[in-house]
């Protein structure tokens, strides 16, 4: 990347249809980056698993992709006639779009541009948008409201939906609002930039305008309906006009029927024929990815901790991460996303925190990265990284077709350089699973008990297993503060020593342990 070239995060959240999901996808691939870097963002909220796929397809074609994913599910309606919207949905996908603005902030991005996933771009839109120097300006498009009406713009002058300019005060006739509207529709068709009231759905935001506070939250004294108007408003208020562009527009796929319409406005837009579908369409067959490695990892509130160090080694070797944030009130999904930038994320947001109960944790965490697909599960914690040599080694392990199951031995380090060794504290001195093969065909059983029930179902001995000589630190008790604030977690939560050792728990505050230096 060059000095010159704008950071543009594109964000989409996506509850969308395959043949039309497709076809978005298809055009972002097209997408022209010569002064601008594209990243993307989308908040995976689909009910059809093929269009998650499809996410999983754009991702194999795209660099620097993260997928977020959702947890609530609610009913929305597409038909011929229109889509059916109600508050729910519409301030679940403001929620989306105001951690598409967070994420953008944190990771220093120039632009967002937000973007409705049943939309297919022109080829030149973002670095056009980009060079039009607004801080926030939207690409048309134009749809049928309603079967049979004429097309309008998602873009309008005053209130909710107003596409005629007035003064305060001004009484109109019908016949003048009329005339007003139909000049206004025809300076649209226009190829130029102009100021409107506004906007949504496909709309490059500045970071000037990102940090100044334009967001999607509802202003509570406004009665307007749709999440893109409290956001115009918000804008307007905090100081910024809104422009929109005409010069690309994009092709608004509103109904099935609208498909028929994507192969005249590839031509129109001169998209060369062996061009117009870069990503495979999905043909409804499993695919999968040969011995892809997915990282699986549950975090709470370890910004500040060691996730950075981890992460950092992590992705030398991974293909892909599941994360599951489980409630953190810090910056730790944040982090997730900045240092695994470029690999796939799939991050999901607990809002309430399930380690109380683990086995419902682990259950969730195993569902999670199962529905990615993988071919390989590297089970860590935030505090776990192995030595550098396994970045070397780790290909050569999960190439081993007659295994399944790797096991390592973890050491507890009790500060930087040395671990620690006692009757109490031997967890080197075995072997634990933390590399798995999945194999679909196979039926996984759990330990079932509210804490240490293991990561890995428990049943996994019986695959094919191996004990490697590589090892695994574990960070986590490597500072005074960090011992003292788990002595009182497992003191809290398993009181009776019900599923530990209570020896053990009484030992963490020892004042003058064994240790022993680490040596690479």
Known sequence: ???????????????????????????????????????????????????????????????????IYSDQRNNYECNETTHVWHDTLIWKVAEFKNAMIEHAVNLQYDYLFLIDSDLVLHPDTIEHLAAAGK???????????????????????????????????????????????????????????YEVGGLGACTLISRHALLSGVHFKPIKNLSFWGEDRHFCIRAAALGFSLFVDTHYPALHLYRDSDLERVEAFKREAGIAAGDRNPLPAFLGTEVRRTQKLTLSMVVKNEADRFLKEALSEHRKYIDEAVIIDDGSTDGTAELCLEMLHGIPVKL????????SNEIELRKQQWEETLATNPDWILNLDADEIFERKFADSVRRLIEDSGTDLFCFRLYDFWNATHYREDHLWRSHFFYRPFLLRYRSDRTYT??????????????????????????????????????????????????????????QYMSILDENPNLIEWME
């Open 446 to 503: 759990w330990k079932e008990t509210q804490q240490h029930c293991g990561r890995f179902p428990e049943n996994i001995f019986a695959l094919p297993h191996r004990l490697s000589d590589l090892r695994l630190k574990h960070l986590g008790w490597s500072e005074s503060s960090h011992r003292r604030e788990k002595y009182e977690r497992y003191l809290k939560l398993d009181p009776d020593a019900k599923f530990g050792w209570k020896e």
């Open 1 to 67: 990347m060059t000095e010159s070239k704008k950071k543009v995060l594109v964000g989409s959240p996506i509850h969308q249809k395959p043949a039309i999901l497709h076809e978005f996808l298809s055009s972002l691939l097209r997408l022209k980056q010569e002064n601008v870097e594209l990243s993307y963002l989308f908040v995976d909220d689909n009910e059809d698993p093929q269009s998650t796929e499809l996410l999983h397809r754009f991702v194999e074609d795209a660099k620097r992709v993260f997928i």
């Open 135 to 193: 801080d926030i300006v939207s690409e048309i498009f134009w749809t049928r409201w309603q079967p049979g009406a004429s097309m309008q713009p998602q873009v309008w002058l005053h209130d909710e939906y107003k596409l005629w300019e007035y003064r305060p005060g001004e009484y109109l006739s019908s016949e003048d609002i009329a005339a007003r509207t139909a000049a206004f529709i025809a300076k649209l068709r226009i190829p130029g930039i």
């Open 348 to 355: 999901i947001r607990n809002e309430q925190s399930k380690f």
